[in-house]
Nanobody, 115 residues
Framework: QVQLVESGGGSVQPGGSLRLSCAAS????????MGWYRQAPGKERELVAR???????SYADSAKGRFAVSRDNAKNTVDLQMNSLKPEDTAAYFC?????????WGQGTQVTVSS
């Protein structure tokens, strides 16, 4: 079992940056699949960026070139650096981990991009 706690959300103007962090309650050394999803009001939850193994990443087309996911196995964290933010990036962002056949989610952190 693993608990995930997100932090770093907030309000920012278009073009700004935010860094989200996800802290896991135990070692993530053996957890290959970790990443970030988001859900805007009235929309389904969608992939933003994730690790599919220790070094291989996958990004949504909307995130490519603007967002970067990173992991620190020593600190048990997975971060999402978001640059050049747009109003359409406004959503609740959720950390995700897959352990065997079980999918774990954090409680989410809100990101609002508005002028």
């Amino acid at each position: 079992q693993v608990q995930l706690v997100e932090s770093g959300g907030g309000s920012v103007q278009p073009g700004g940056s935010l860094r989200l962090s996800c802290a896991a309650s135990r070692s993530i050394f053996t957890i290959w699949h970790m990443g970030w999803y988001r859900q805007a009001p009235g929309k389904e939850r969608e992939l933003v960026a994730r690790f599919t193994d220790y070094t291989t990443t996958s990004y949504a087309d909307s995130a490519k070139g603007r967002f970067a996911v990173s992991r620190d196995n020593a600190k048990n964290t997975v971060d999402l650096q978001m640059n050049s933010l747009k109003p359409e990036d406004t959503a609740a962002y959720f950390c995700n981990a897959v352990v065997g056949s079980i999918i774990y989610w954090g409680q989410g952190t809100q990101v609002t991009v508005s002028s």
